[in-house]
């Protein structure tokens, strides 16, 4: 296969391709793989709407019995606005996981007792220390995850 290339004096040199090399030689596979990864990079950007801020939500969290033991408890929630207008008709699931590996996380339904306030019943099954995660849907579609550190959960 023979390649053209002309020259600024305008005369033309045939320069001949080597069997084993391919069409793309190592710096414009690279210029190419480049310009590949930019293209992708500009399209997944401009295709995405800009993140807003999240909304202002203040979360008060009891955890009773206190100190926390094995067995079960109860987490109380009190979501309220920036006004302080209690945050009704969310969803909020509950993840609690131990702080290290080993154990399987616990899962529970918060469910609104008054406006703006949620409960759920938790079982912690061992001693140590534990995560609770809360997986909130608010009710304009907004999601919100926020973490509660259970340090000490006693044994029985």
């Given at each position: 296969m023979e390649t053209w290339l002309?020259?600024?004096?305008?005369?033309?040199?045939?320069?001949?391709?080597?069997?084993?090399?391919?069409?793309?030689?190592?710096?414009?596979?690279?210029?190419?793989?480049?310009?590949?990864?930019?293209?992708?990079?500009?399209?997944?950007t401009s295709c995405s709407r800009p993140a807003g801020p999240p909304p202002f939500v203040?979360?008060?969290?009891?955890?009773?019995?206190?100190?926390?033991?094995?067995?079960?408890a109860t987490i109380s929630l009190k979501l309220?606005?920036?006004?302080?207008?209690?945050?009704?008709?969310?969803?909020?699931?509950?993840?609690?996981d131990m702080s290290h590996a080993g154990m399987r996380p616990v899962f529970a339904q918060a469910m609104e007792a008054e406006p703006g306030r949620y409960q759920a019943r938790?079982?912690?099954?061992?001693?140590?220390?534990?995560?609770?995660l809360l997986h909130i849907a608010l009710p304009g579609g907004k999601k919100l995850e926020r973490q509660i550190d259970v340090k000490g959960v006693r044994p029985n």
């Open positions: 002309a020259r600024a004096s305008g005369a033309a040199t045939i320069r001949k391709r080597r069997p084993d090399q391919g069409v793309f030689d190592g710096r414009s596979m690279q210029r190419w793989l480049a310009g590949l990864g930019w293209a992708a990079a500009l399209f997944i203040a979360i008060e969290q009891t955890i009773l019995p206190e100190p926390a033991r094995v067995g079960p309220t606005d920036a006004g302080g207008k209690p945050v009704t008709g969310a969803q909020i699931a509950i993840e609690a938790v079982e912690f099954p061992m001693a140590g220390d534990w995560v609770v």
